[in-house]
């Protein structure tokens, strides 16, 4: 069974960066489609990056296009969120997940079967 390890999460300052990282064990995460979310106090969970192994389609929550990056490393099994240009309110407790696709495009709202424990992201102003 497919599981799910983030690393990576941390506290920085306003406008830095951080790599986070999900390590997959168990099955090849190649052949899922893939999303990062985030849970902020209060707030509901929401997604910020999804990536489609069907047709290779990546999607990115507006709040977070041209400042985060998904990518992954098949040989570590591994997929990675490079955020940039972080912001205060992109403090939250991020999640990767991963689901068997059936649909191409877009899949940040299908319900994923595997999570990861979450890494707690700080940003300061």
């Known amino acids: 069974q497919l599981q799910l390890v983030e690393s990576g999460g941390g506290l920085v300052q306003s406008e830095g960066s951080l790599r986070l990282s999900c390590a997959a064990s168990?099955?090849?995460?190649?052949?899922?489609?893939i999303g990062w979310f985030r849970q902020a106090p209060g707030k509901e969970r929401e997604g910020v990056s999804c990536?489609?192994?069907?047709?290779?389609?990546?999607w990115y929550a507006d709040s977070v296009k041209g400042r985060f990056t998904i990518s992954s490393d098949n040989a570590k099994n591994t997929v990675y969120l490079q955020m940039n240009s972080l912001k205060p309110e992109d403090t939250a407790v991020y999640y990767c997940?991963?689901?068997?696709?059936?649909?191409?495009?877009?899949?940040?709202?299908?319900?994923?079967?595997?999570w990861g424990q979450g890494t707690q992201v700080t940003v300061s102003s």
């Open positions: 997940a991963a689901v068997s696709p059936w649909v191409s495009g877009a899949v940040c709202y299908l319900e994923y079967d595997y």
């Open positions: 168990g099955e090849r995460l190649d052949i899922y489609a």
């Open positions: 990536f489609n192994s069907i047709d290779g389609t990546t």
